[in-house]
């Protein structure tokens, strides 16, 4: 069996692992950047880290004892993917600066031409291209006349020099709120523009003691323990709460939330404008201990009148008052619905991707697509993602998907697809569910919406999507 992996980040670095495990050497990473670690590798901005604990944000199968931080830099977690992908022999599988433009399934197999030609056929493809990778700018008019430098946060320039500056950032989510404290000291002003509140828990993160990583280097025992704890801890906690299996747990994230505000910003106009009309975990957790303390110092400044224009010299907002910039940060997130684009997927029988999920992304158990045989996504539609652990998804599904390479055979491979019946009842369970989610009871428009206005998100618990993915049941799909 020949198999196709797109991207080197986190997902495909666990997918070329799990292939090497079970026996499979013909296979190709295809990664369009130069280096591996997909959003860490791209995200670099200031105060980038995890709001995952670290002994969590790792691979079940490469512990690391000696993390920094209770919630790891970006880079370091950066480092940790380099080191992972060359311990278990992955670099002679993965083509860099390479980047799949078109998959066309000719009954045999799924030829592959790429950005240097063709690639020829591969008996499967596996999707790695992570959720959050294609960058989201504001439709804002003049956005172009800006004179001074302006860029996305995950396109921050390797020599971007901010000091002195006068420096905007656009949106409040948790990128901004990690730039934000992590450039004051270096800035003249800067000013962030606040279109809606956001929850924000607070997380005071810490070295990590020199003894206990001794400690977890003596004992692996004592690590896997609290992979496993942090695991439950967070999948119990908050990721039961936001689908409406804890209200208890929900509960007390919201009286965190609310106490972080209250005891740490004592001005109360500036407390109104950041205190939130919507339930907490409505939108995606935002955490930090640093952010109230930094939107409040003297070179800080809150916006929260709406944006009418930008113009050569800065920020025009709808009370008439040019804000004069430097720098304008576009912190404004990125598009979870991209999926697959721009690369054009042509599956049986002309099968257009793009145009099966012109409306809705749907798949059975987010990992297949009726009429796309043997094409697999880590990451796929209403995936758990969000406040969850990405990897911990990823290697779910990844062993889902071995299990369905299982079935096919490795020898003359045969060909695999979810059932067309099967897939729309799985989406129509999901839609039913979903209702029950705050994402949709807590009152707040987020970027769980799909263009069609359902929100795609996994609305079950954690527990649920890991016995749901432990194994195939054949039934499900058809095998030619």
Request: glycine share 8%.
């Given at each position: 069996m020949r198999i196709a992996v797109i991207g080197a980040g986190a997902s495909g670095i666990a997918a070329g692992v799990n292939l090497l495990n079970a026996g499979y050497r013909d296979f190709e990473i295809f990664e369009k950047a130069e280096d591996v670690g997909g959003t860490w590798r791209d995200n670099v901005y200031p105060g980038v880290a995890c709001d995952v604990p670290s002994h969590l944000y790792r691979f079940s199968f490469a512990p690391k004892a000696d993390w920094t931080m209770e919630y790891a830099p970006g880079a370091e977690i950066h480092s940790y993917m380099s080191q992972v992908a060359a311990d278990k022999g992955l670099a002679s599988h993965i083509h860099f600066g390479v980047e799949i433009l078109r998959l066309e399934f000719d009954g045999a197999g799924w030829i592959v031409t790429t950005s240097r030609g063709g690639e020829g056929r591969f008996d499967a493809v596996i999707s790695a291209m992570g959720v959050l990778h294609k960058e989201v700018y504001p439709d804002i008019p003049g956005r172009d006349t800006f004179v001074g430098q302006s860029f996305h946060s995950s396109k921050w320039p390797v020599k971007a020099s901010l000091d002195g500056k006068r420096v905007a950032i656009i949106g409040t989510g948790s990128t901004a709120v990690q730039i934000l404290p992590a450039i004051l000291d270096q800035v003249k002003s800067a000013a962030m523009f606040m279109r809606t509140p956001q929850w924000v828990f607070p997380l005071v993160n810490k070295p990590i003691p020199e003894e206990k990583k001794a400690a977890f280097t003596r004992e692996p025992k004592r690590l896997s323990n609290l992979y496993a704890?942090?695991?439950?801890?967070?999948?119990?906690?908050?990721?039961a709460s936001v689908v409406g299996l804890n209200e208890e747990g929900l509960r007390e994230i919201r009286e965190a939330c609310e106490r972080n505000l209250q005891e740490n910003v004592a001005d109360l106009e500036l407390r109104e404008k950041l205190t939130p009309d919507y339930q907490v975990g409505c939108k995606r957790?935002?955490?930090?201990?640093?952010?109230?303390?930094?939107?409040?110092?003297?070179?800080?400044?809150?916006?929260?009148?709406?944006?009418?224009?930008i113009e050569p010299t800065g920020i025009r907002t709808e009370d008439g008052r040019l804000h004069a910039f430097d720098v304008i940060v576009y912190a404004t997130g990125f598009d979870p619905f991209n999926f697959h684009r721009p690369m054009k997927i042509i599956g049986r029988?002309?099968?257009?991707?793009?145009?099966?999920?012109?409306?809705?992304?749907?798949?059975l158990r987010s990992v297949m697509a009726p009429g796309f045989p043997n094409l697999f996504f880590i990451g796929g539609p209403n995936s758990p993602?969000?406040?969850?652990?990405?990897?911990?998804?990823?290697?779910?599904?990844?062993?889902?998907?071995?299990?369905?390479?299982?079935e096919i055979g490795r020898e003359s491979p045969g060909k695999i697809e979810?059932?067309?019946?099967?897939?729309?009842?799985?989406?129509?369970?999901?839609?039913v569910s979903i209702k029950n989610t705050i994402w949709v009871t807590g009152g707040c428009n987020s970027w769980y919406f799909d263009p069609s206005g359902k929100v795609a998100s996994w609305p079950w618990s954690y527990e649920r999507f890991e016995a749901d993915l432990r194994k195939p049941d054949k039934s499900e799909y058809i095998l030619s």
């Open positions: 704890f942090l695991g439950e801890r967070l999948n119990r906690g908050l990721a957790l935002v955490v930090s201990s640093a952010f109230y303390p930094a939107i409040q110092r003297e070179n800080a400044e809150l916006i929260t009148d709406g944006i009418a224009a029988d002309g099968l257009d991707l793009d145009e099966v999920w012109s409306e809705s992304a749907q798949a993602i969000g406040n969850f652990s990405f990897l911990l998804t990823a290697e779910t599904q990844i062993g889902y998907i071995m299990g369905l390479l299982a979810p059932r067309a019946d099967v897939t729309e009842a799985y989406n129509r369970a999901i839609e």
